[in-house]
């Protein structure tokens, strides 16, 4: 099972937006609707924060959002702040019974 | 508080074993699937195994199957993964992970335990 592909890095301002895309294939991110985002900080667990494409578990700012079209899903941020700078991996269920993680997007608020 | 607490982990030589422990609190243990998520040093997650509530149903990552075995003990509040005949690309911290629900997400995770193989 490859690995989902997500952008290496991207960047922003304070108070802007930015988009993180995870492409997969019919088996997996297009074929279901169980993506879901991780933040990661230097040295910490990750800490869920996007489930099943567009669900934010509680304690979730509303500034983080997911969607999915085809075979990618995106994880926006509206509103960077720069306590949000860190590592952010995206995962799919597939049609194996398994669970595939993105390869890590950085993400650095400038 | 939901707490997830990995132990087990240290330095093992090529072609050795260690087995990883998860104790859990703050929930019903026997009421989730769980899972074992890896993380090289400096590189991205890998998801490795899952097992349900009840532990009939297993899976693992096709980089692990045949070498690693997960299983529970819920009246312990415990999960567990024995893993054999290590290899060097198995060096990386491991985290125990609550699941919402098998491929929906991974809710709770544990703080991680280091496993090391080298010789």
């Known amino acids: 099972q490859s690995a989902l592909t997500q952008p290496a890095s991207v960047s922003g301002s304070p108070g802007q937006s930015i988009t993180i895309s995870c492409t997969g294939t019919?088996?997996?991110?297009?074929?279901?609707?169980?993506v879901s985002w991780y933040q990661q900080h230097p040295g910490k667990a990750p800490k869920l924060m996007i489930y099943?494409?567009?669900n934010r578990p509680s304690g979730v700012p509303d500034l983080f959002s997911g969607s999915k079209s085809g075979n990618t899903a995106s994880l926006t941020i509206s509103g960077l702040q720069a306590e949000d700078e860190a590592d952010y991996y995206c995962?799919?269920?597939?049609?194996?019974?398994?669970?595939?993680f993105g390869g890590g997007t950085k993400l650095t608020v400038l | 508080e939901v707490q997830l607490v990995e132990s087990g982990g240290g330095l093992v030589q090529p072609g050795g074993s260690l087995r990883l422990s998860c104790a859990t609190s703050?929930?019903?243990?026997?009421?989730?699937?769980m899972n074992w998520v890896r993380q090289p040093p400096g590189k991205g997650l890998e998801w490795v195994s899952h097992?349900?509530?009840?532990?009939?149903?297993?899976y693992y990552a096709d980089s692990v199957q045949g070498r690693f075995t997960i299983s529970r003990d819920n009246a312990k509040n415990s999960l567990y993964l024995q893993m054999n005949s290590l290899r060097v690309e198995d060096t990386a911290v491991y985290y125990c992970a609550r699941d919402l629900g098998w491929g929906s997400g991974f809710d709770y995770w544990g703080q991680g335990t280091l496993v090391s193989v080298s010789s």
């Open positions: 703050g929930f019903t243990l026997g009421n989730y699937e």
């Open positions: 099943e494409v567009s």
């Open positions: 097992i349900s509530s009840s532990g009939s149903a297993i």
């Open positions: 019919s088996s997996d991110v297009g074929g279901y609707n169980y």
């Open positions: 995962s799919s269920y597939t049609s194996s019974n398994t669970v595939v």
